[in-house]
């Protein structure tokens, strides 16, 4: 097979009691994969084409790694070699095409290609993803069946140990699987896998960055970054701010932040913001929000929805201290991030 495939993953997973995927570790995805990888793959597993998942038996790997190795795919050819070791069940994930995820294995190459920064949000197709992957226990003991939780409970009970449930949820935390490079997260559990972490970004104690969403870097993340949301560089969100994603209420309308803008704290945005825009600390900016336009003389000349500015750079909005009324005018400075506290070598 010489066509051009979209994507390749060789994966160790969890399955429940029944055989059904949990959760699927891509340690080195592909994007665009080569033709010496695809034919490889075709010469030694069952694949005909098409998006598909095929589980790994151990007699396969000998032939897969020799395969990879004579077409000079060293990197995935040590990969299988690992697999021999494993306990756990191993999957050799294909996408011929940027389809629907359809199954578990699926969704989780999409989501590591976002993670390892492959691809960038809005650049891989995610539409059904939430029903397609399962609810799941997440543990000190990695991903167990919620039906199976209550038992696994009980035998670590009875052999003297106890069993932490971290969180359940359908998507774990991203740095159990992936942690890129050049970037501080102080707290893990508040980024989900799936989201596209730029070199240089620091996301403190209270930041969250959702799934298919993230930053460019570098940047200050202490605020929310929703599922759909990319933040370009030099920008910063502070503490307690929000963005609003598609999943939140956001509708169809798609919201980023440009480069170096600034979010204020409790801050929030139900818009996109062009480069170098300025959100003024309390203010939640939402796509029907009446923004009065001021001119340089500090005159209103004008009123308009929030929505009508989208996109637009050098704004600055804020609050009449006096009437209450929001306001817009030209945002005569530009955020510049501390270079040090930036630098996450």
Known sequence: MSEQLFSIGFGVGTQNAKGKW???????????????????ITSTL????????????PGELNELESALRSTGESEQADVIKTFKTSVRPLVATVLANDDNPASVAEGYLKLQLLSHRLVK????????????LPNVA???????????????????RLNGEELTVDCVDKFPKMTNYVVPAGVRIAHTARVRLGAYIGEGTTIMHEGFVNFN??????????????????????SDLGGGSSTMGTLSGGGNIVISVGKECLIGANAGIGIPLGDRCTVESGLYITAGTKVAMIDEQGN?????????????SD???????STGAVECLTNKTAVELNEELHSNN
């Not at 543990?139 to 670590?156: F, M, R, S, Y």
């Open 315 to 321: 704004l600055l909005f804020r609050r009449n201290s």
């Open 300 to 312: 209103a000349v004008n009123t308009a929805k929030a929505r009508d500015l989208a996109g637009q």
């Open 213 to 234: 969403a993230g930053t460019e870097g570098p940047g200050m993340i202490e605020g929310r970054i929703s599922a759909g949301v990319f933040v370009g560089s030099g």
């Open 138 to 156: 997440w543990t000190n003991k990695g991903a167990i069946d919620l039906e199976e939780l209550p038992q696994a409970q009980l035998n670590a």
């Open 22 to 40: 949990l959760e699927v570790f891509y340690p080195n995805p592909v994007l665009t994969p080569s033709a010496d990888l695809v034919n490889a």
């Open 46 to 57: 069952d694949y005909s084409g098409g998006n598909t998942v095929i589980e790994l038996n």
């Open 121 to 132: 949000p809005h650049g891989i197709n995610l539409n059904g993803l939430f029903g397609t």
